[in-house]
């Protein structure tokens, strides 16, 4: 970890406090993937990292405060999911690649971040709002694009005036999401990953163009 992190009295931790801190963080990322969030205690995640419960104090005031830290660090990084739209061509041929990449992108970083994904939905589904910023942080970023994507398109004559560029990207996006979270699922219905994703693609690329892509 680089730059300045601080302990919860407000003091500035040095390389090995930081070291210290993200190796807490790794600990109960692993522990998340196996355990209810729950069911997590902070002296099991101390006890983990080779450290004590009064360390893990100094850098968070609970697990939850832990919790949010690693969501907040994830949504930094899903926040770059919008790379995968940023110059990318809806017309012809290449709009299909563009939807491809797009479901590829989507599916592969859940898949990296489920755990913690799952406490993130959880937490939003209960109302909280620290965890509901976060998820809209990381859906935020593609809606937007796709928002864009629908407006330019419209400009040019080849989507429907008709259509809402809005709800049409957040439909999309809520899509994503939702089936991206129930991967697994989709296993014991006897849908096979290589089927998910163009289908998934065909439903995205219809959804942007109106049109069944050219392939």
């Known amino acids: 970890m680089t ?3 601080r302990t919860v009295d407000g003091r500035v931790a040095g390389r090995r406090g930081q070291a210290t801190r993200q190796k807490l963080l790794d600990c109960l990322s692993e522990m998340l993937s196996s355990s209810p969030y729950r069911d997590v205690k902070v002296i ?3 006890r983990k990292a080779g450290t004590s419960p009064a360390t893990f104090y100094q850098y968070f005031p609970d ?12 949504a930094a990084e ?5 790379q995968l739209l940023e110059g990318r061509s809806w017309v012809g041929k290449a709009a299909w690649q563009t939807s491809q990449d797009l479901v590829d992108g989507f599916l592969d970083f859940w898949r990296k971040n489920d755990a913690i994904l799952r406490v993130v939905d959880l937490g939003a589904a209960e109302g909280d709002k620290r965890f509901y910023k976060i998820r809209m942080k990381i859906l ?3 809606n937007n694009s796709l928002t864009d994507t629908v407006k330019e398109l419209q400009s040019k004559g080849r989507v429907d005036k008709d259509v809402s560029p809005a709800a049409m990207a957040g439909s999309l996006v809520a899509m994503l999401a939702a089936v991206a979270s129930h991967q697994r699922g989709f296993q014991t219905w006897g849908v096979k990953q290589a089927e ?3 289908n998934l693609a065909l439903l995205v690329h219809m959804g942007v163009t109106g049109k069944k892509p050219t392939k």
């Open 3 to 5: 730059g300045q992190v």
């Open 44 to 46: 099991d995640v101390a």
């Open 63 to 74: 697990v939850e405060g832990a919790v949010l830290e690693i969501a907040e660090q994830m």
């Open 78 to 82: 899903g926040a770059q999911l919008t």
């Open 140 to 142: 935020n970023s593609v």
């Open 196 to 198: 998910l994703k163009p």
